[in-house]
């Protein structure tokens, strides 16, 4: 019965929100968030019998620098609100949370959603830049010796040589 309510209060929220969203299975939610570092988050909502659970992908796992990478992730984590960053058993990053569904309010829902936005878009540059400098450099080289276009990696331009 609460699953039912909570279902409405979803579905009406993300269409207030104006977010795209589909639901491939009955309680289940793929919502697509528009970013500006990291183009889009997808996350996955999904309601069970006492809560609604949120997941997004934020990044695969880190080339290089590993435990740098994990300590920011920790230390960010005691500042987060209803999500917390989590790896799942490949190394790539996620964020994860859980939501009772009697807090499933639509206030609360826009809450949860742009937190979720606002951690992975947000984190995104730093994160590639902690986990994947060495693949950055690379293709920034293979890009200025092909004479391809580098504006896509201009938030990265302090880690290339300079011209």
């Given amino acids: 019965m609460a699953e039912d309510t909570t279902a409405t209060t979803v579905e009406d929220t993300l269409n207030d929100l104006g977010v ?63 999500v917390a960053y989590a790896l799942d058993a490949h190394g790539d990053i996620y964020l994860a949370g859980r939501l009772p569904l009697s807090a499933a309010t639509p206030a609360e829902l826009d809450r949860l959603l742009g937190v979720v936005l606002e951690t992975a878009d947000g984190a995104f540059n730093t994160l590639l830049e902690m986990g994947f400098a060495t693949a950055i450099r690379k293709e920034h080289a293979w890009r200025v010796s ?17 011209d």
Avoid: M, Q
């Fill in 20 to 82: 795209e969203w589909e639901r491939p299975d009955p309680g289940h939610y793929v919502v697509t968030l528009p970013g500006t570092r990291k183009l889009a988050t997808t996350c996955s909502l999904r309601l069970g019998r006492h809560a609604l659970s949120v997941n997004a992908f934020v990044i695969r796992r880190p080339d290089e620098n590993h435990e740098t990478v994990h300590r920011w992730l920790l230390e960010r984590n005691a500042r987060l609100y209803g």
């Fill in 146 to 162: 092909r004479g391809e276009p580098t504006h896509n990696l201009a938030a990265f331009s302090h880690l290339f040589p300079p």
